[in-house]
């Protein structure tokens, strides 16, 4: 980990020269269970913001903790979230809670709120003074709106390093591009599976993130895509260009080896050793029939239908097989459920919804080939009010991306509390 984290902290000053300023990086990241960065590298004179901020018992608290510290750093270089959806959740606090903040940040105080103990109150408070000149900016430049605020707020920022943007957190990483983050370049700098480091994005200027495989982090075997009838393992060296890839690890001696579930592509290779970009996981996948249609696939899909809708930009979505949801999917034939939050539209009529289910027919022709059959039944859209799957991230208390494809229980019972209700 500190090897990965020197090789970060070198590419990330080689291109962007000032990002390594002493107090010029703002942390959005909650570790209830250990303060410290998402690098596992803890530098404090890099961060304005306190340590014991993110390690608060409420995600909402420790964001929004962190966020006023951030506001109050105008001089910021470097925003750094362990997951693009905490920076898209801390942004959302930004939009609905900005004249509080602000207050908060004229006072030089921290309002009481839930999951916000007295005690760690008081010790924050601390180490903030009042500061009436940076709330006038922030009331400014949020009165005119938010498209590109964080430009706006912080004129010196370079870069938003996150802590992956692959999969669940790519959603985020887009609508913040569009919106709040339009013209800063997005950096994720690590490549992890299973709380193992495998690689280094060495390319922060490239748009899609490429990580250099280390081969002293882990052992890493590969199973050639598609599969083959005898599947044979091979290593880093036996590696093609171009060729996608089932990734088995074995993350220390003696411990169990496994298929990770990732589908890696290589893209070439740097003094060697393969730089890959994952592209799937396996066990994402929707299959009431066996269709088997990836999560990737489907999110591209659904934008592909939120294209049609008029005026309508993606804000967050699940999607759910009817089977694991009971009688409260009704009695046809079984399908998918689909939530989704949308800004910009509030209601869509019954084609608009139909939508989605015609363009994954058109994507995916075994789809077409049961809906055709009767055998799956018409795809189900439900429209989730404002916030919606940002409760449902507090609620699930995990520090780690929220699964797009839902299967378990749990979590299916805090869709149905947070979300269906």
Known sequence: AAQGSLLYLDTLHAAF????????????????????????????????????AGALPSRAAA?????????????????????????????????????????????????????????????LEALL??????????????AHGFEGIMQRLWPQLEVVVVGTAQGTERLYCDALRQADCKGLPFYCPFYQVAGVLLGVNLWPEKPAPRFLLCPDWAFCEFLPCPAEEEPQT?????????????????????????RAGEVLRVTGFHK??????????????LSVRGESISEEQFYQSLCCAVGMWPGARLVDYICVESVLLGASSGACAPHYEVFVELRGLRDLSEGQRYKLDQCLQENFPIYKSFRFKGSIGPLRLHLVGAGAFAQLREALGSPVPMPRVLREERLLQLIQSAVIS
């Open 17 to 52: 020269p000032q990002a390594l300023s002493p107090r010029s990086t703002a942390l959005l990241s909650w570790t209830p269970s250990a303060a410290c960065t998402p690098a596992g590298w803890p530098l404090p004179t890099l961060y304005c913001t306190p340590a014991e």
């Open 63 to 123: 964001l929004r903790v962190q966020l006023l510290f951030a506001l109050r750093t105008r001089a910021l270089r470097v925003l750094e979230a362990g997951l693009a959806a905490e920076l898209h959740d801390a942004l959302a606090t930004l939009r609905s809670d900005w004249p509080r903040l602000a207050q908060d940040l004229a006072l030089g105080r921290l309002s009481p709120q839930p999951g916000l103990p007295e005690g760690a109150r008081g010790r």
């Open 129 to 142: 003074a009042p500061d009436a000149t940076r709330a006038a900016e922030l009331r400014a430049e949020c």
């Open 234 to 258: 091979v290593l880093l060296g036996e590696l093609w260009e171009g060729r996608e890839y089932r990734l088995v690890l074995t993350a220390r001696p003696g411990e169990y080896r496994c």
């Open 272 to 285: 060697q050793c393969p730089v890959v970009e994952p592209m799937r996981r396996e066990s994402q996948t």
